[in-house]
């Protein structure tokens, strides 16, 4: 086997910075973090140089595959790493790109156009995250070797065999540390969530994710040729489509690539996500008003010019315009700028600018050329803001009462601890549970909210008739934080919100309820950690005066094999919370050293989908819920609802 000494690409592009152990050591610093998350960031790191080299143009097909010993494998078939010698550190460029920190055109400049990656810190960071990692590349008819170890090269660049002159491409396969990460289980779900969301965002690249963990292979393929517009259509999916087109908008202005697709459906949620080099910026930014701004003077100028707004009506607001809107945002941007506290917002105006001109004019042209459409988009405008009128008054009106005069609502019993570090609340499915978790409580510290009854589902109703919600506006009274523009997490009176409910499948669409209430009225409170459900058991087992708890049939039959299943075994099912006395509510779901609460965490990387997640399981249309929940049921279980 030969050694590589030919020297070519340009290699002085490649800019060294810093050394791996670095990474090692601070793993946080470059992925994020050393959990799932972080784990699951190494496999799009990879795939993210390959989708760049879509982008070139060079690449059609990337394949992800989880290998049966838990290794990842990414394969394209682009133009291939190039191996001459780079200059500067003289070795090929290959191992450059895998050995040295910020190495890889991404940061010289040139090279490859926009560069991926949440922290766009490249292939090296995952070399030094990885037990091992191998890379083969095809090109020029040979193939081309080499392997590391925990970022180290193990052997010169090798030429480990030939292949025809046409096939060309990257192949690398890495293990993630099990020093480093708390898990390296890599979750199928969970790739393919991000797969799907990289292959909508860049239309005709086919991205294949195959799991051979298992005796039965799983697999997926996912290619879009409508791009971003299919985006829309799929995350419209589980609402009723108001038309048929999916606005598109594209262009490029000032070095900025704009893409906009959208599209209203029959629900009331402003549903967009907007994408800078195919990240996600969860917290918008400068690309995102540049579309609001277009959109609510382009709607209103077409309303006014058609006279479906009069002389003496207000303008539409942005949400009014917005309501039932799914959006896709995509730019890419040489030099990305973020901002905020946690760096997910896009800072760059000239993003702002161009989107902007390039959805006023084209989206001004389709409006012309779809009078129909147009139509619908400013009906609907018109009835929202109507609607947002009443639900003004009413909102008013709620938090005139609730707020502003501070009248506990008289079902709450409230804790006598001020400090909201210390308090909880517990919100209890019915009156007589509520009942008994009052006997139950402790009183510094615990308060209990009693709802009656199946709680009103925020999906299928307008704002109006939410805040005129009896349970829901004890809850907003309770929590003090106010919601939407007046929310403030300052004034929350509970550091923890326990939803409790019945541990059973009516208890767990309440429970749903509530967290999609929560989500969408007061989505800090989930973002911020404050949410738990709390775990009533379903059995108890006494056995000699000895009690146990069991949460599931599983957990059931593990006691009784333990303590042996005999006649002395007293087993009772609970059918509900309502059935428990004060004392078993407080032994098993309250008390804080003894419970179990599980928090409801929201994933920023699933934020795209996560609005149609509650379309879809909340709206109207059984059918795709029912897909839905057969095919993710783990992917709920991530939303740990
Ligand atoms: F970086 C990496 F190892 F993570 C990785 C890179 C992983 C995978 C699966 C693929 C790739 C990759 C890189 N695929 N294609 C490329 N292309 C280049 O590196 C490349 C090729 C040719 C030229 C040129 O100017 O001729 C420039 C570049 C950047």
Wanted: charged share 30%; hydrophobic share 35%; net charge negative.
């Amino acid at each position: 086997m030969d050694q590589v000494f030919d020297q070519e690409y340009g290699a002085d592009q490649i800019q060294i910075l810093e050394g791996l152990e670095a990474v090692r050591k601070r793993p946080g610093m470059y992925i994020g973090s050393t959990s799932e998350r972080g784990l699951h960031h190494l496999v799009y790191e990879i795939v993210d140089n390959a989708v760049d080299e879509a982008l070139a143009g060079y690449c059609t097909h990337i394949i992800v595959t989880i290998n049966r010993d838990g290794s990842v494998t990414v394969i394209d078939d682009g133009r291939g790493i190039p191996t001459g010698i780079n200059s500067k550190a003289g070795i090929p460029a290959v191992e450059v790109v895998f050995t040295i920190l910020h190495a890889g055109g991404k940061f010289g400049g040139g090279g490859y156009k926009v560069s991926g990656g949440l922290h766009g810190v490249g292939a090296s960071v995952v070399n030094a995250l990885s037990e091992w990692l191998m890379v083969e590349i095809r090109r020029d008819g040979h193939v081309y070797g080499q392997r590391y170890e925990r970022g180290h090269t193990m052997y010169p660049l090798q030429r480990k065999g030939t292949c025809p002159e046409d096939v060309t491409g990257t192949t690398v396969t890495f293990m993630p540390d099990s020093k480093i990460f708390e898990t390296t289980v890599f979750d199928y779900n969970t790739l393919r969530t991000r797969l799907r969301e990289t292959a909508f965002l860049t239309r005709n690249l086919k991205i294949t994710l195959r799991d051979e963990r298992e005796e039965e292979a799983r697999e997926d393929v996912f290619h879009y040729e409508g791009g971003i517009k299919e985006f829309v259509t799929y995350l419209n999916r589980g609402s009723t489509p108001l038309y048929e087109d999916v606005i598109y908008c594209e262009g490029e202005r000032d070095g900025v690539l704009v893409e906009v697709a959208m599209q209203h459906n029959d629900s009331y949620n402003d549903a967009s996500s907007s994408f800078v080099n195919n990240i996600i910026t969860p917290e918008g930014g400068m690309h995102l008003s540049g579309f609001r701004s277009a959109l609510t003077r382009t709607i209103n100028n077409y309303a006014r010019e058609q006279k479906f707004l009069k002389e003496k009506d207000q303008p539409l607001t942005g949400e009014d315009i917005r309501e039932g809107l799914t959006t896709i945002i995509s730019v890419k941007i040489e030099e990305p700028q973020f901002e905020g506290q946690t760096k997910q917002k896009l800072g760059n105006s000239e993003a702002r600018t161009a989107v902007d001109a390039i959805v006023s004019e084209q989206l001004t042209y389709y409006l012309e050329q779809n009078p129909k459409v147009a139509k619908v988009i400013c009906d609907k405008s018109i009835l929202s803001q109507r609607a947002r009128e009443a639900a003004r008054k009413a909102r008013n009106a709620t938090r005139k009462s609730a707020l502003e005069s501070a009248a506990l609502p008289g079902k709450l019993a409230d804790c006598s601890d001020k400090d909201p570090k210390n308090c909880e609340i517990f919100i209890v499915e019915g009156d007589s549970a509520g009942g008994s978790a009052k006997t139950a409580r402790s009183r510094a510290t615990q308060a209990i909210l009693p709802l009656r009854g199946k709680i009103l589902n925020v999906e299928k109703a307008r704002e109006d008739r939410i805040y005129g919600n009896t349970e829901i506006r004890a809850m907003i009274t309770a929590f003090g934080t106010g919601i939407h523009e007046d929310f403030n997490i300052e004034k929350l009176r509970y550091h923890k919100i326990i939803i409790m409910t019945d541990a059973d499948v009516d208890g767990a669409h309440i429970a749903t309820l509530m967290l999609t209430f929560l989500y969408r009225f007061m989505p800090e409170l989930i973002k911020q950690g404050y949410v738990y459900l709390a775990m009533p058991p379903l059995y108890k087992i006494e056995k000699n005066k000895k009690i146990w708890y069991a949460y599931n049939d599983d957990e059931l039959n593990k006691i009784l094999t333990e303590i042996g299943r005999d006649g002395n075994n007293k087993i009772q099912r609970y059918k509900g919370l309502g059935e428990m006395d004060a004392e078993q509510l407080w032994e098993t779901p309250m008390d804080p050293a003894r419970r179990t609460l599980k928090k409801v965490t929201m994933n920023e990387d699933d934020l795209s989908d996560i609005n149609a997640v509650f379309a879809t399981l909340m709206g109207d249309k059984v059918e795709p819920r029912r897909e839905f929940i057969e095919e993710n049921a783990k992917y709920v279980q991530n939303l740990d609802i």
